[in-house]
């Protein structure tokens, strides 16, 4: 049995003193335990947040980072230094970079992202999902299928909660329009399948996030199918209350 993951994405909101003021929220009102819960603050925003979560059980996340080391690669970030400053998981091939704000962002360039984290120590979760014009055309399994074999190619695990993958149907995020359940469950099947080939027996344990207008009143019908193991939450993350009612519904389904 998995613990769900409940990760809230800020993207690019809040200010200094918001942000710290919102982990705070969602540290104490954290549930002692039976779901894991992130937050995915803006870089710049990032040693506040770790700090107003420290001794919580909330951990810290980046929404982005280089894929060198270290060096003269301006404005770049590594994954050393995101592990220098308290975080713990790493977002990688949002569809926000993968389609609107980078693009050369894409399954090579974020495959060699997702190396560098994994060679920190640190947990990548890995963005997976079809846009609108994709399903409509029936290729959601083959964009699935391609986005989790190169992003993950050459990548080894140890224990299954080294990796973390979020299936996030390009058109509901942001859009409040959600994947039903069954959609849901298809995709993540589909995405356990394609890890169990990669992985063995650990797939079983690997958890697949769902995110695309995931709030309280639909988190629970969502958590509640099997390969569905959490939730990569956008909007609904910037308020405290919404993102702690996600959590309890997640906790519940899987109860
Ligand atoms: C996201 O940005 O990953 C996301 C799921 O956003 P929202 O919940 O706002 O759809």
Redesign the pocket.
């Known amino acids: 049995m998995i613990t769900p993951l409940i990760l809230g ?1 800020w ?1 690019m909101n809040t200010t200094a003193a918001t942000a710290a003021a919102l982990a705070r929220e969602v540290a104490q009102g954290a549930p002692a335990n039976g779901v894991s819960l992130g937050v995915c603050p803006p870089l710049v925003y990032l040693p506040i947040v770790a700090e107003a979560c420290r001794g919580s059980r909330v951990a810290v996340g980046a929404q982005n980072v280089a894929y060198e080391k270290n060096g003269a690669f301006t404005g770049e970030v590594s994954a050393a230094m995101l592990k220098d400053v308290g975080a713990t998981y790493v ?1 990688l091939g ?3 970079r993968r389609h609107t704000i980078d693009p050369h962002e894409d399954d090579r360039v974020i495959n060699r992202k997702l190396l560098a984290v994994l060679a920190e120590k640190l947990v990548p979760v890995l ?1 997976v999902g079809e846009t609108l014009a994709e399903r409509e055309a029936g290729r959601t399994m083959d964009v699935i299928t391609t986005q989790m074999k190169q992003g993950l190619a050459g990548v080894k695990i140890a224990a299954a909660n080294e990796l973390v993958i ?1 299936y ?1 149907p390009v058109w ?5 329009k ?1 994947a039903t359940p069954a959609q849901a469950q298809e995709a993540h099947a589909h995405t356990r399948s394609l890890l169990r080939a990669q992985f063995g027996e650990l797939a079983k344990g690997i958890a697949i996030l769902y ?5 309280p009143d639909n988190a629970r019908e969502i958590c509640s199918q099997p390969d569905v193991n959490g ?7 910037l308020k405290s209350a919404d993102f702690l009612a996600i959590a309890k519904a997640a906790l519940e389904a899987t109860r």
Do not use: D, F, Q, R
């Open positions: 994405n993207k977002l949002h569809s926000e963005c979020a996030e509901a995020i942001g859009t409040g959600v995110g695309g207008s995931m709030k939730g990569l939450i956008g909007g609904a993350s």
